[in-house]
């Protein structure tokens, strides 16, 4: 079991930044896959960033590219991502999730693992 807590989220004027933290304290950390997904309201989940175990792949959804950045430090236990250009469509919880295998995928079934979710709310 993996036990992942996210930080970061918060009230913020479109435009702004924010930066995401995930941590997780288990000694395996560094094999796993990690991604980050949102949710809004009446919405499904929604897959936005994911990165290999290495660090040396990443994925965007197409919403986020070019706006968003995912990285990780395992060192530290934990992953960031890094938000700018903040749109109010951006508004959602958002949620860290682990996958074993260390390959990131897009799909939220592929993690077996997932946090609780901060709430990231983007005002125009």
């Known amino acids: 079991q993996v036990q992942l807590v996210e930080s970061g989220g918060g009230l913020v004027q479109s435009g702004a930044s924010l930066r995401l933290s995930c941590t997780a304290p288990t000694r395996t950390f560094s094999s796993y896959a990690l991604g980050w997904f949102r949710q809004a309201p009446g919405k499904e989940r929604e897959f936005v960033a994911a990165?290999?175990?290495?660090?040396?792949?990443?994925r965007y959804g197409d919403s986020v590219k070019g706006r968003f950045t995912i990285s990780r430090d395992n060192r530290k236990n934990t992953m960031y991502l890094e938000m700018n250009s903040l749109k109010p469509e951006d508004t959602a919880n958002y949620y860290c999730?682990?996958?074993?295998?260390?390959?990131?995928?897009?799909?939220?079934?592929?993690?077996?693992?997932w946090g609780q979710g901060t709430q990231v709310t983007v005002s125009s």
């Open positions: 990165i290999s175990w290495s660090g040396k792949t990443t």
């Open positions: 999730a682990a996958r074993p295998t260390g390959i990131p995928t897009m799909a939220p079934s592929d993690y077996d693992y």
